[in-house]
Nanobody, 116 residues
C-alpha cells in the first residue's frame, strides 16, 4: 500500500515563503502524474500545480503562476512545492496526489496559514 506524507506546512507572514514536500512510502511504482491541490472550508479542492513525469511538463493554477514552483526528486519519488510571495488567500490545506495508469494516491493534507 502506497502512502504519501506531506511536510513543510505551517504559519508564515504575507510575502514569506514555504516549501512543501510529499514523500512516498515506496520508491518503485510507476507514477505518471504528480500534483498539488489545496482546499479551504466550504470550497472544492483546487489544482495548484501538476507535473507530468514522462515529459516534465508543468501546469499551474492561475492564482499561483509566477509564485509557486513544482519539482520532484525522481529516484526518491518525492514531490516539492516551493511557495514564494505568499498571500493570505493562499491559506488552505494542501494535498499531494500521485497518479498511476490505474490508481490515485492522496496525502493526508497539511495546513498552510498565511497571516500577520
Amino acid at each position: 500500500q502506497v502512502q504519501l506524507v506531506e511536510s513543510g506546512g505551517g504559519l508564515v507572514q504575507p510575502g514569506g515563503s514555504l516549501r512543501l514536500s510529499c514523500a512516498a512510502s515506496v520508491s518503485r511504482f510507476r507514477i505518471t502524474l504528480m500534483s498539488w491541490f489545496r482546499q479551504t472550508p466550504g470550497k472544492s479542492r483546487e489544482l495548484v500545480a501538476s507535473l507530468v513525469v514522462s515529459s516534465g511538463g508543468l501546469n499551474y493554477g492561475d492564482s499561483v503562476k509566477g509564485r509557486f514552483t513544482i519539482s520532484r526528486d525522481g529516484p526518491e519519488n518525492t514531490l516539492y512545492l516551493q511557495m514564494n510571495s505568499l498571500k493570505p488567500e493562499d491559506t488552505a490545506v494542501y494535498y499531494c496526489k500521485f497518479s498511476t495508469l490505474t490508481r490515485e494516491y492522496w496525502g493526508q493534507g497539511i495546513q498552510v496559514t498565511v497571516s500577520s
